[in-house]
């Protein structure tokens, strides 16, 4: 049960990497703040009544609702203010796939493989947006956004 908690929340957790991703992108630092704020304290709020009659399994849980807590607290802040337009139920299926497909990647790296890993990791990329369905112009917006960012980035 408890590696089964675990897997949903690291599941929830890799969906919030996408929401945070988004955020950082256009620029919208005060939204991920709020989006931790509240996981911050739907965790301390949970941990110690779930600790004392659950132990470990509710530790696991109260990490778990807090990353739903941020999870839905990241969609509902890009929701009502979008820069970007987000189709989000196409992108978690496309996402999906990219997840089950990132393995393929990853082995050629294991045996040292990098050009055909990284060829597959462009065709990754490219089912998701597939599946996703993006045009071709708002390709060219996220694009334009990761490398404006990159450009005024501290770290270059």
């Known amino acids: 049960v408890l590696l089964q908690l675990a897997s949903l929340g690291a599941a929830i957790q890799s969906l919030s990497l996408y929401t945070n991703t988004v955020f950082t992108a256009t620029d919208r630092v005060h939204s991920t703040v709020v989006a931790s704020v509240v996981r911050i304290i739907t965790f301390a709020c949970s941990f110690w009544p779930l600790w004392k009659s659950m132990h470990l399994t509710g530790a696991v849980i109260s990490w778990v609702l807090g990353e739903l807590a941020y ?86």
């Open 71 to 156: 999870h839905v607290t990241s969609l509902y802040l890009l929701q009502k203010h979008p820069i970007l337009k987000l189709r989000l139920l196409r992108n978690y299926a496309g996402f999906v796939i990219a997840v089950a497909l990132w393995v393929l990647p990853g082995r050629c790296g294991l045996r040292s493989e990098y050009l055909n890993g990284t060829v597959l990791l462009g065709l990754v990329l490219l089912t998701f947006l597939f599946i996703a369905r993006y045009t071709t112009a708002e390709i060219r917006r996220i694009a334009a956004l990761v490398i404006t960012a990159r450009a005024v980035s501290p770290r270059g």
